[in-house]
C-alpha cells in the first residue's frame, strides 16, 4: 500500500496544534459525535485500562466509502459539511452535530498510529486504512504563519486498500496505538479502580467524592463523557421530583427533553459501562442537619430571531437550598448544542457580573441550544466567540434568569435564618424552664417580650411564676454566639438572687453549670 500525505490547512492546523481537545475525554467525544451522525445505534469503547496502550472505538452506524475518507485526508479535514442540504440524520431523524470535520484528528491527541476500518452500508463497499502522525504538536505549529494561512500543510502520512464488505460489521472501527507518552504516564500514574457493570453504581462511587478528581484521570474521563455524550438521563434522574419545587409546565417541558434523548436510541459503552448522564439533585440528599435537602426549578425558553438569525433555546437553573451541589463539577452552566455538551460547567455563569459568593455553588444549569448559536463556536468545539451575537443574548437571558435565582436564594436565606432562630429559642426556653423547675419544684413559664426595659434585661416574677426575658434590652450582645452565653448568666443570676445572700454565689454558679451543660 504506498503512504499519501495527510493534508490540513495552517489554520486548521494551528487550532489543532493547540489543543483542540483539552482532554482525552474531548477527543472521544468527537468520535462518539461521528457515530452517533453516521446513525449509530451503539458505540463501543475500550482503553485497556490500567494499561492504556490501545484504545479502540467501534460504531453500528453507516460507515463511510474509500473516497470519502481520501477526500478527508486530503485536505477536506476542516472543511467536511455534514449538514449540506439536511438538518437532521436519514433515518433516526437525529439532529447532526458534525461540522467541522476535524473529528477524525482528536484521537491525534493521545496517539501517533491509528487504524480506519469501515463498511459503508448504502455502496457495500470496505476499507483499511493507517494513520501515522508526526508530531505536529512541536514541529508544524512553529512552521505556520500568516502568509501561509491557506496552504495545506502535511500532518502526516496514510494508507488505505479496499477490503471484503461484510454486511455485520457496518459502520467504522478505530484502533489508536503507539499511544503517546505523556497520555500514557498520566492515566497509568492513577488508573483508579476499574469500571463496575452498573451505571448506578458508577454514580454511588462519585457521589462518594466530593471532587471527581479525587478518583483519578481515567474516572473523570468517563464522567466527561458521560456528560458530554447525547446519551439519556437515568431513569431516576436527574430530578427527585419530591425533593424540588417546580411548576407543573416546567416538569412536562425538561421531560420532553428527556425523552427525546430516549428515542434518539442511542447507547456508549466504554470499558463494558453504559453511560448516563450522571446528574441527579438533590445531591447531596440531606442537609447538615439530618434533613432532607431541598430544591428549586428554574426553567426558561428563548425562540427568537437575532439579526435575521433564530435562536431557539430551552434550560434550566436548579437552586440547591443552603448547600452545594454535589460533585463540585456539576456547579455551573453546561452549554448543549445539538444535545452534545460544549466543554464542562462553566462556573462563572456566562461571566455573571454580580458578586454572589458561596451562592453559586448552590446552582447547578443546562442550556439545550436546538437553533442557533453554532457560528459562535470556535473550532475547538469547547468555547465561543463572546461577542457574537447569539451567545450576547445567551448571556443577558441567563443572567436575567439568574438575578430571579438570586433573588430567591436571598429569600430563602432568610426564612431558613429566621427558623434557625425560632428553633434555637425555643430549645433556649425549654432548657431554662427545665432549670427552674429543678430550682423551685414547680413549673414556670418562660417568656420573650419586645417591650424595651432598659432598667433591666430579664425578670423573674417569682408571683406569677414567669421568667421574662425582654428582647431589645441594649445589654443583650449582637454575637449570636455569645447571646446564649449571656442570656443563661443572666437568667442564673436572677434565680440566686431570690435566695438568701449566703446561698447566691453558690446558687449562681450551679445553674449557670446546669444551664451551659444542657
Not at 503512504?3 to 493547540?18: A, F, N, Q, R, Y
Not at 477527543?27 to 451503539?42: F, G, I, M, Q
Not at 486504512?129 to 505536529?136: E, G, H, M, Q, R
Not at 491557506?150 to 484502533?175: A, H, M, N, R, W
Amino acid at each position: 500500500m504506498p503512504w499519501e500525505d495527510i493534508l490540513v490547512s495552517s489554520k486548521i492546523l494551528g487550532h489543532i496544534s493547540s489543543g483542540v481537545y483539552r482532554s482525552a475525554g474531548g477527543a472521544l467525544k468527537e468520535l462518539v459525535s461521528n457515530a452517533y451522525d453516521a446513525n449509530a445505534t451503539r458505540v463501543v469503547i475500550t482503553t485497556n485500562h490500567p494499561s492504556f496502550d490501545i484504545i479502540t472505538c467501534r460504531d453500528n452506524g453507516d460507515g463511510m466509502t474509500k473516497d470519502e475518507f481520501v477526500i478527508l485526508m486530503k485536505g477536506g479535514i476542516g472543511e467536511s459539511r455534514k449538514r449540506i442540504g439536511y438538518d437532521k440524520t436519514k433515518d433516526l431523524d437525529r439532529p447532526i452535530i458534525g461540522w467541522l470535520g476535524i473529528g477524525m484528528l482528536g484521537i491525534a491527541q493521545v496517539c501517533h498510529v491509528f487504524s480506519v476500518t469501515s463498511h459503508h452500508r448504502e455502496s457495500k463497499t470496505a476499507f483499511q486504512a493507517t494513520i501515522k502522525l508526526i508530531d505536529f504538536l512541536h514541529e508544524k505549529i512553529f512552521d505556520t504563519s500568516p502568509e501561509r494561512e491557506k496552504e495545506d500543510l502535511d500532518v502526516g502520512k496514510f494508507s488505505i486498500e479496499p477490503i471484503e464488505f461484510i454486511e455485520e460489521q457496518c459502520g467504522t472501527y478505530i484502533v489508536a496505538s503507539d499511544m503517546r507518552s505523556a497520555f500514557v504516564s498520566k492515566f497509568r500514574g492513577f488508573p483508579g479502580n476499574p469500571l463496575p457493570s452498573k451505571f448506578t453504581v458508577f454514580l454511588d462511587k462519585i457521589h462518594s467524592s466530593r471532587s471527581i478528581n479525587e478518583l483519578g484521570d481515567y474516572w473523570q474521563m468517563i464522567w466527561e463523557l458521560s456528560i458530554a455524550c447525547p446519551v439519556p438521563y437515568i431513569d431516576s434522574g436527574p430530578f427527585n421530583w419530591v425533593n424540588i419545587a417546580y411548576k407543573k409546565e416546567h416538569r412536562e417541558s425538561f421531560n420532553q427533553i428527556k425523552k427525546k434523548l430516549q428515542d434518539y436510541t442511542f447507547e456508549v459503552i466504554i470499558d463494558g459501562l453504559s453511560l448516563r448522564k450522571p446528574i441527579i439533585y438533590p445531591f447531596p440528599q440531606k442537609t447538615y442537619d439530618g434533613k432532607k435537602l431541598k430544591g428549586e426549578l428554574f426553567f426558561f425558553s428563548f425562540n427568537e430571531k437575532i439579526y435575521g438569525r433564530p435562536l431557539m433555546l430551552q434550560g434550566y437553573i436548579y437552586l440547591q437550598n443552603g448547600r452545594a451541589v454535589e460533585p463540585f463539577e456539576l456547579r455551573g452552566l453546561l452549554i448543549r448544542i445539538r444535545n452534545v455538551a460544549i466543554g464542562l460547567y462553566d462556573s462563572t455563569f456566562l461571566k455573571y457580573p454580580k458578586i454572589e459568593g458561596p451562592r453559586f455553588n448552590w446552582l447547578s444549569g443546562e442550556i439545550y441550544v436546538n437553533e442557533g448559536l453554532e457560528s459562535a463556536l470556535n473550532i475547538d468545539r469547547d468555547s465561543f466567540n463572546e461577542m457574537h451575537a447569539h451567545y450576547v443574548k445567551l448571556q443577558k437571558i441567563t443572567h436575567n434568569i439568574l438575578a430571579s435565582v438570586f433573588s430567591q436564594a436571598s429569600q430563602g436565606v432568610r426564612k431558613r435564618s429566621q427558623s434557625k432562630r425560632e428553633k434555637e429559642k425555643k430549645q433556649r426556653i425549654k432548657v431554662v424552664e427545665d432549670i427552674l423547675k429543678q430550682e423551685f419544684g414547680t413549673e414556670y413559664g418562660v417568656y420573650f417580650s419586645e417591650e424595651i426595659n432598659t432598667e433591666y434585661p430579664i425578670e423573674l416574677d417569682m408571683e406569677r411564676k414567669i421568667l421574662i426575658i425582654y428582647s431589645n434590652n441594649p445589654i443583650w450582645p449582637r454575637s449570636k454566639t455569645m447571646l446564649e452565653q449571656v442570656q443563661f448568666s443572666a437568667t442564673a443570676f436572677e434565680i440566686a438572687m431570690s435566695h438568701s445572700e449566703k446561698e447566691r454565689k453558690e446558687v449562681f454558679y450551679q445553674t449557670l453549670k446546669n444551664l451551659l451543660s444542657n
